[in-house]
Nanobody, 117 residues
Framework: QVQLVESGGGLVQPGGSLRLSCVGS????SAWAMRWHRQVPGKERE???????????IYADSVRGRFAISRSNARNTVYLQMDSLKPEDTAMYYC???????????WGQGTQVTVSP
């Protein structure tokens, strides 16, 4: 049974930091690209950051230079370090595991991040 379990969300003031974690189980974690998405009510889910099996990184323009994605295959965990948080970063953050061949996605249940004074 595949599971992705996120943690680390919460309420933080503007300019603050949070570190999200996502632990995967039930699949070969090291062979899957890992991604973080976010979604606010009424808007489409957007890709925030991605890390490939080889460590290649992709960031949304809105978070580049403030967020950092990393992974530990030994711990089956992907992280999202979020610094200099802004109110517009407020969203539900979802962990996603993606296999390209065949194309397949697994999703976590999400963790809420709220940036507010």
């Amino acid at each position: 049974q595949v599971q992705l379990v996120e943690s680390g969300g919460g309420l933080v003031q503007p300019g603050g930091s949070l570190r999200l974690s996502c632990v995967g189980s039930g699949f070969n974690f090291s062979a899957w690209a890992m991604r973080w998405h976010r979604q606010v009510p009424g808007k489409e889910r957007e890709l925030v950051a991605s890390i490939s099996t080889g460590g290649s990184l992709i960031y949304a323009d809105s978070v580049r230079g403030r967020f950092a994605i990393s992974r530990s295959n030994a711990r089956n965990t992907v992280y999202l370090q979020m610094d200099s948080l802004k109110p517009e970063d407020t969203a539900m953050y979802y962990c996603n595991a993606r296999s390209s061949v065949p194309l397949r996605d697994y999703w976590g249940q999400g963790t809420q991040v709220t940036v507010s004074p």
